[in-house]
């Protein structure tokens, strides 16, 4: 359509015509060296995202971009910008979070900081931990007194009958008395059912146990699909703890969504081509969790040699689940693991995937998981203004995705770390 030159200059006194118009009132523009607005389009330098009432309204090169008036988030300017990131194994398990509903404000935002926002998390699910402490700590989030990513939870898990695994052992007693071990498929349906009218977001199996000396429980088949069934009704999603290939069975077996570990061993756990293709069958998502295991077998003091080829089986089943078109969603059992920092996990990852492939990993691919892909793991407008800013381009270096300037949640910043001294 040719519009008249008078019209042109109307829309150009209004603020609506081409470059350098003026953005509308209460904008916030962010001026990225270089932009990637998702993992499967081209990135964009010398860019700008305009974010308006929490969501993107325009994200493209600066030049296009009507930000004249536009409030600054200032040292967030200059780096390159991503999509929000999903954390999708963390535990709010850990003493900084209990009794989140009274303890002061500053201590849980310290806690949080230190755990989640600095690394640019912006959403996490959270695959087991006490449903009412994390439901307080989500609403203290939700109402703006506790800065930090959207949280989903799987509240309670389910464990099989007589089989808390063995590093839970050291509890306190009536929080190991406390945790599911249905006996029958009618206390599981229970267990499962009050914790999703509870508020929980999904429902989490540890499907096989370590008991101590080579031994494992197993959560009885027609349990773990009774569980699994009644989530699915609900339009929920299974997560399921494996341990072992026989986990994996079990989880091919119940229905479950979303592996939250790939499995150990010792230089020979690969996953094979038919348990691939039955994994796919059941579109079952992984998370990869590989610095887990150089941190728990160090911490056991095993060899190097056993470290090495047990996280390289690790790195071996996410380079193979990949490749056959599985889905891989980042996730590194923060909480459960005091190593917060997820440097060694995109180095790993590194190994198996591209580094567009991690940055859908933590980005795109849970979006869609989660049914939520309309609202958020893309830059684009409309979508809400989850972003995170780097010092360094992640298609460099993988390890780059942790090294965060500005963690940014709908539009707000939650995370800002201070520029070097000098
Ligand atoms: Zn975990």
Not at 42 to 50: E, F, R, S, T, Y
Not at 239 to 250: K, Q, R, S, V
Request: glycine content about 10%; some cysteine.
């Amino acid at each position: 359509m040719r519009l008249p030159v008078t019209t042109l200059l109307a829309f150009a006194a209004l603020g609506l015509g081409a470059c350098g118009g003026r953005a509308p009132e209460g904008a916030t523009v962010i001026h990225a060296a270089r932009l990637y607005t998702a993992p499967d389009a081209p990135a964009v330098d010398d860019a700008a995202i305009l974010v308006v009432d929490g969501k993107i309204a325009a994200a493209g090169p600066a030049k296009d971009i009507e930000a004249r008036g536009a409030g600054s988030l200032g040292a967030c300017d200059g780096g390159v910008v991503v999509a929000g990131f999903q954390n999708s194994h963390v535990h709010f398990t850990e003493e900084k979070f209990a009794g989140a509903k009274d303890k002061p404000a500053a201590e849980l935002r310290s806690a949080m900081d230190a755990m989640l926002n600095r690394f640019g998390f912006t959403t996490v699910v959270d695959t087991a931990s006490n449903l009412a402490n994390t439901l307080a700590l989500r609403a203290r989030v939700e109402a703006g007194e506790v800065a930090g990513p959207r949280i989903l939870t799987a509240g309670g898990a389910l464990y099989p009958k007589d089989g808390i695994p063995i590093y839970l052992r050291d509890l306190p007693p009536e929080v190991l008395a406390s945790l599911s071990q249905p006996a029958s498929v009618e206390a599981a349906l229970e267990d499962v059912q009050a914790n999703l009218d509870g508020g929980a977001d999904a429902t989490k199996l540890f499907l096989m146990t370590p008991q101590g000396n080579g031994r494992y429980a197993f959560m009885q088949a027609d349990i773990a699909l009774a569980a699994a069934d009644e989530t699915h009704r609900r339009g929920l999603l299974v997560l399921a703890h494996p341990t072992d290939i026989e986990g994996i069975n079990l989880a091919v077996e119940a229905g479950v969504d979303v592996l939250v570990h790939t499995t150990i061993g010792e230089g020979k756990t690969v996953w094979d081509p038919p348990l691939v293709e039955q994994m796919l069958a059941k579109n079952m998502s992984v998370v990869p969790t590989l610095q887990l295991f150089p941190y728990e077998l160090n911490r056991m003091k095993l060899e190097q040699r056993i470290v090495e080829l047990a996280t390289g089986d690790a790195v071996e089943q996410v380079r193979t689940y990949s490749k056959a078109g599985g889905v891989i969603l980042f996730g590194t059992d923060v909480g459960y693991m005091a190593d917060y920092d997820p440097t060694v996990e995109y180095q790993l990852m590194a190994r198996a995937l591209s580094p567009m492939q991690i940055l859908s990993s933590l980005t795109t691919a849970p979006a869609l998981r989660w049914k939520e892909e309309g609202r958020r793991g893309r830059i684009e407008p409309g979508k809400d203004a989850d972003l995170v800013v780097l010092e360094a381009d992640p298609a460099k270096d993988a390890a780059n995705f942790a090294k965060v300037r500005c963690t940014i949640r709908g539009g707000r910043i939650i995370h800002r770390t201070a520029s070097p001294i000098g």
